[in-house]
Structures are given as structure tokens and as C-alpha cells.
């Protein structure tokens, strides 16, 4: 599958552009996670059988576990949709509608990785991933998930401006996307126009005119995990 752009228009009406991600930078990222949590069991094991001697298999077993089914939801979840190996990549999951993954999305897509493999070598992730039009797995399908290439420029604002500020009121998953749309869009309006639109949202930046454009900018970075 050639990568390739989904297309989503947010119930504010905002468009966003989201560039999917094909197998093969997917599986990259994928192996260079399982190449740190490899070295995280290896540095553990050392330390606890060291510390605890026999005792220190039984905390391995757990830490194996933990690894094996945690690893990427902790990542995907804290840091924004990105685990090592797709921070990397320069890579990230998000909700279908361009929103920052949740929890119960992201150990749906983990957990199906079992059905993923299947019956060797990612070979159903695989043919899925080459049939859909986003290239996701079976996985990403049922989450409502997608895996994207995280865009990598910068504003003026990200750069110099809106250091990140987190929101004072709770965001749903399409307001965090709109947030992260106007961020993204702002930089090609006149100063009136994103004025006009950041005083849509005083209820969160409490703020207006140039200043609710500023901490549109901070509440943006912040929902993209530029902290």
C-alpha cells in the first residue's frame, strides 16, 4: 500500500489531513520496539536476579507480562499516540477522526495483535493493511484507530510563542482534534481571522483576540505531547 491521506471533516467542521502510515515504516517501528523491550528485560534481569537471586524469576515473569501487553499501551496513550520505535519512525496512532488515542483504543488494537499474527508473521495484519485504503490492521479497525506520519514542522507560535499549556476544562476527543486542526491551519489565516475563530472557544483560553490565539497555540502543543 502506498501511503496515502484520510480525509476527516470534524463536527466543528474543521478538515484534517491525516497522512496514513504503510506496513513497512509500521514494521520498522514494531521492531524497534521489540528491540527496547528486549534490552529493558535484559538490564531488569540482571539487576533482580542480582538483588533477589532466585526470587528475582518471579518478578521477571511479571515484568514479562507487563512488557508483553502494556509496553505500547502506556506509550500510545502518555505520549501521545507515539512509542519509541514510532517516535522514531516519525510515526503515531490516533482516533479515526484525527484525535489523540484513548485508553480503551489503544489496548482494543494491542489486544488484537494476538489475531493480528495470525497464523504467522503478521500475516493477516499484513493483508489487511494492504487491502484496506489506510493501511490499518484488523486491530486499528476495530479500535477505530489509525497510524500516521506525525507532521514534523513547526510555527512560529510552537517555536517561540506557546509553550504548552494544558487545557482548564475537560476536551472531548473531537474538541481535542478541532484544537489541534486550528493549530495546524492558523499559521495560513490573517491574525483576524484566527482571532475571530479563537474567540469561539473563550470558555477555554479564556482569552481573547490575540492572546486566545496564543493559548490555542499552548493548548494545542500540549494535546501533542510538546511539553
Known amino acids: 500500500m502506498l501511503d496515502t ?7 466543528e467542521g474543521v478538515a484534517l ?5 504503510g506496513p513497512l515504516p509500521r514494521a520498522l517501528a514494531y521492531v524497534l520496539d521489540l528491540i527496547a523491550r528486549i534490552a ?20 521477571l515473569m511479571l515484568v514479562t507480562f507487563v512488557l508483553s501487553w502494556f509496553y505500547m499501551v502506556l506509550f500510545e496513550v502518555l505520549m501521545q499516540g507515539r512509542t519509541p520505535g514510532k517516535w522514531a519512525l516519525g510515526l503515531r496512532v490516533v482516533a479515526a477522526d484525527g484525535a489523540p488515542v484513548g485508553w480503551m483504543a489503544s489496548f482494543t488494537r494491542n489486544l488484537l495483535r494476538v489475531v493480528d499474527a495470525l497464523p504467522v508473521g503478521y500475516a493477516v495484519g499484513l493483508v489487511t493493511s494492504l487491502i484496506d485504503p489506510w493501511g490499518r490492521r484488523l486491530g486499528d479497525m476495530v479500535a477505530g484507530t489509525l497510524v500516521v506520519h506525525a507532521a514534523r514542522q513547526q510555527t512560529l507560535y510552537e517555536a517561540q510563542v506557546a509553550p504548552a499549556l494544558a487545557p482548564t476544562i475537560v476536551l472531548l476527543q473531537h474538541e481535542q482534534a478541532a484544537v489541534v486542526a486550528f493549530a495546524e491551519r492558523a499559521p495560513r489565516l490573517t491574525a483576524a481571522r484566527q482571532a475571530e475563530l479563537a474567540e469561539l472557544v473563550e470558555p477555554l483560553t479564556l482569552s481573547r483576540g490575540q492572546a486566545a490565539v496564543v493559548r490555542l497555540y499552548g493548548i494545542a502543543n500540549w494535546l501533542l505531547g510538546r511539553r
Not at 17 to 21: E, G, I, P, V, Y
Not at 42 to 51: E, G, K, P, R, S
Open 5 to 11: 491521506y484520510r480525509h476527516v471533516v470534524t463536527p
Open 17 to 21: 489531513h491525516l497522512r496514513a502510515a
Open 40 to 59: 529493558i528485560y535484559l538490564a531488569l534481569y540482571q539487576v533482580l536476579t542480582a538483588l533477589f537471586g532466585g526470587a528475582g524469576y518471579a518478578i
